[in-house]
């Protein structure tokens, strides 16, 4: 079974910054995208960003411009660079790894979440 450790949220002032990673227990270059959720209160699970095996990076519209999402496929690390931080973004961010269909485990796995707090 996968394990996604999300760690390094926390408290930040809007305008600030935070680089949460998620680590993996296994090569993230064994799935096909890893991503970054967020819930934000009352409102349903949004996608922030992802990055696929290849490398390629989207972003939502809104984290463009502000956030980045990278990795360290050595460490089998995810980041998810905040900037520019808003009250507006406070919510616990989830890490996902797509794996895709297969006969040998589940296609997704979840992390546990980390809560992200910005102060106005």
């Known amino acids: 079974q996968v394990q996604l450790v999300e760690s390094g949220g926390g408290l930040a002032q809007s305008g600030g910054s935070l680089r949460p990673p998620c680590t993996a227990s296994?090569?993230?270059?064994?799935?096909?995208?890893m991503s970054w959720y967020r819930q934000i209160q009352g409102k349903q699970r949004e996608l922030v960003a992802n990055?696929?095996?290849?490398?390629?990076?989207e972003h939502a519209d809104s984290a463009k411009g502000r956030f980045i999402i990278s990795r360290d496929y050595v460490a089998n690390v995810v980041y998810l660079l905040m900037n520019s931080l808003k009250p507006e973004d406070t919510g616990i961010y989830y890490c996902d790894a797509f794996r895709g269909r297969n006969n040998f485990e589940p296609s997704e796995f979840w992390g546990q979440g980390t809560q992200v707090t910005v102060s106005s």
């Open positions: 990055i696929t095996v290849n490398g390629h990076r």
């Open positions: 296994r090569s993230i270059l064994s799935f096909v995208v």
